[in-house]
């Protein structure tokens, strides 16, 4: 009698382990393809970027080549950048597809009104 049950525990644990395998391979996939879905970082070599001086921080503009630079101006309080705040990359209406480092910094930089 004890013997039955005995011997189907262990198929319903394997049962229950194969489940609990199968959630977390799906939630992978999940997490995965939401990863895939983020658009990518803005290259700094990037030609679109290179052509308007983008840098990924702000601190490394070269202020030679671009004497218009507003010391404290970065993508994160400049007209352009879009997404919601928080994220430390977020799309910019200049590059579309891509995300840019919201302590960077372009040449197309506007301030914020
Ligand atoms: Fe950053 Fe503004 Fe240039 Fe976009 S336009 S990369 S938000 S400084």
């Known amino acids: 009698m004890?013997?039955?049950?005995?011997?189907?525990?262990?198929l319903s644990r394997r049962r229950f382990v194969g489940s609990?395998?199968?959630?977390?391979?799906a939630g992978a996939l999940t997490v995965?393809?939401?990863?895939?879905?983020?658009?990518p970082k803005l290259d700094v070599k990037d030609p679109a970027a290179m052509a308007v001086?983008?840098?990924?921080?702000?601190?490394q503009v070269d202020t030679k080549k671009y004497p218009?630079?507003?010391?404290?101006?970065?993508c994160e309080n400049c007209l352009q950048l879009q997404g919601k705040p928080g994220n430390e990359y977020r799309p910019c209406s200049l590059f579309?597809?891509?995300v840019v480092a919201v302590g960077g910094w372009c040449s197309a930089w506007t301030a914020e009104m």
């Open 20 to 25: 609990l395998l199968l959630g977390t391979a």
């Open 32 to 39: 995965g393809r939401a990863a895939a879905d983020a658009p």
């Open 96 to 98: 579309a597809g891509k």
């Open 68 to 74: 218009s630079y507003v010391q404290g101006s970065n």
């Open 2 to 10: 004890h013997s039955g049950t005995m011997q189907e525990l262990p």
């Open 53 to 59: 001086g983008y840098v990924d921080n702000a601190n």
